[in-house]
């Protein structure tokens, strides 16, 4: 379908790293872009883990997709969530019963955590893929945290918390480093009555090491990074079932104040509805030039697609891989319409990085391999040019800096009243004051 101006349309479905950057590629070209996303903003994902443990705020790693692609004027942003396609009418079919016709679509989608058929056990161990998730996760933290200190002002009883996190993946291992250092740093001067230094950090890989994506030896040094940190790393160790405060890992039951999932991915459910075959994951098996077979003018990227390279291993689900499919996708677009030949996709991996904790990571790009302060200082300076504008770049190095001098978090707040928190009935013969307080705890 041509519009009224006899330009093409191409619609692009999320506002994640691939569709933001098909976006930023199309921008300025001689096609209509409508980008939809059922959120109005783009998260750094990379930095969640900063956000569920209240070293940066979520506005700090987020922007609104609309400011970000102000000055693309042939590109207009819509807030909806899409449900289904109509392949055959070139449609896109949104939640409200609306449709938006397309002549060339991209789906970038992304993931969310998988559970492996056990979608019970969320409300118990929520994963880290959206703000939401950073937040209800820093929510349990600290409430852990205050909820021992309460229970020791109003019982006497001085409990030593503990924390588990499941997947030994580079989201798993940045957030046992990061709720370590907020126990034994952090909020070790600020509680009186209990000692957080003596909280117990647990982190369960189901495998025989931390960081698979990473060599033998950069894994080795991880582990002894977060054991420095006083992180206790149980490898081999398959968690089987989750229940409140506890998991069952090789048959045996542990108990946990909080646990987090970081480990299982699931593509979009969007990709089981482009009539292509998919993976165990839900990713959508993609042609060389990143099209769905049968589908020239459809295009699969980022964590929705199934892309074998020649070595017969897929493109990771990383950032990099995204932004490289998006560019490649909209090349391709733009060839169409130039009647110039499409390039296959070729993806050129850059290295790979996880931080550990304040000065800890590992860094490995292919000719060299970092660990330490040195990888740690890499970590830092590739994150912040990634970030999207100079206020976020700023307030983010702002954070780092002030979190590396006083070991202080900023973003230190609990919401919600005392029925959400769980502390609305006291102990009998017990009073915490004589009003309860509904503002967050800072």
Do not use: C
């Not at 940045?174 to 600020?190: K, P, T």
């Not at 081999?236 to 048959?251: A, D, H, P, W």
């Not at 979009?268 to 482009?274: D, Q, Y």
């Amino acid at each position: 379908m041509e519009r009224s101006n006899g330009r093409k349309r191409v619609v692009i479905i999320g506002g994640g790293f691939g569709g933001l950057w098909a976006a930023k590629a199309l921008a300025g070209k001689p096609v209509d872009v409508t980008l939809i996303d059922r959120k109005n903003h783009h998260t750094f994902q990379p930095l969640l883990y900063q956000v569920a443990t209240a070293v940066l705020s979520p506005g700090e790693i987020a922007s609104p997709i609309r400011r970000i692609l102000h000055r693309a004027k042939n590109v207009e942003v819509i807030l909806g969530e899409v449900t289904d396609f109509d392949l055959e009418g070139k449609n896109v079919r949104m939640q409200d019963g609306s449709n938006v016709a397309f002549d060339y679509l991209i789906v970038a989608a992304g993931a969310r955590h998988s559970y492996f058929g056990n979608d019970q056990w969320e409300q118990f161990a929520p994963g880290l893929k959206t703000l939401e998730d950073a937040l209800e996760i820093r929510r349990r933290v600290l409430l852990a945290f205050e909820l021992a200190e309460r229970d020791a002002y109003l019982t006497g009883v001085k409990r030593h918390l503990s924390f588990a996190v499941i997947g030994g993946g580079a989201t798993g291992v940045e957030v046992a480093g990061a709720i370590a250092d907020i126990a034994r740093r952090a909020l070790a001067s600020d509680f009186n009555l209990i000692d957080t230094r003596r909280a117990l950090v647990m982190l369960y890989e189901g495998s025989d090491r931390v960081l698979n994506a990473f060599s033998p030896e950069l894994s080795e040094k991880a582990k002894k990074q977060l054991e420095d940190l006083g992180v206790e790393v149980y490898l081999n160790s398959m968690v089987t079932k989750i229940e409140e405060r506890r998991l069952n890992v090789n048959g045996r039951w542990h108990n946990a104040d909080v646990i987090v999932w970081a480990t299982g991915v699931a593509a979009s459910p969007l990709g089981s509805k482009l009539g292509a075959e998919t993976d165990r994951a839900g990713r959508v098996k993609v042609n060389s030039d990143l099209s769905v077979p049968g589908h020239e003018n459809i295009f699969v990227i980022g964590d929705m697609a199934n892309f074998v390279q020649k070595d017969e291993s897929l493109v990771p689900g990383v950032a990099q891989g995204a932004m490289q499919m998006a560019e490649t996708a909209a090349a391709n677009i733009l060839a169409d319409l130039g009647g110039r030949t499409r390039s296959n996709f070729e993806y050129k991996d850059l290295g790979s990085m996880a931080t550990i904790g304040k000065s800890r990571a590992i860094a490995d790009f292919g000719r060299f391999e970092l660990s330490g302060f040195p990888a740690w200082m890499a970590w830092l300076f590739v994150h912040l040019i990634s970030l999207i504008g100079f206020r976020n770049r700023l307030f983010v190095l702002w954070s780092w800096f002030w979190a590396y001098l006083t070991r202080e978090r900023n973003a230190r707040l609990i919401t919600g009243d005392a029925e959400e928190l769980g502390i609305a009935s006291e102990p009998a013969g017990k009073k915490v004051g004589a009003k309860k307080r509904r503002t967050p705890v800072q």
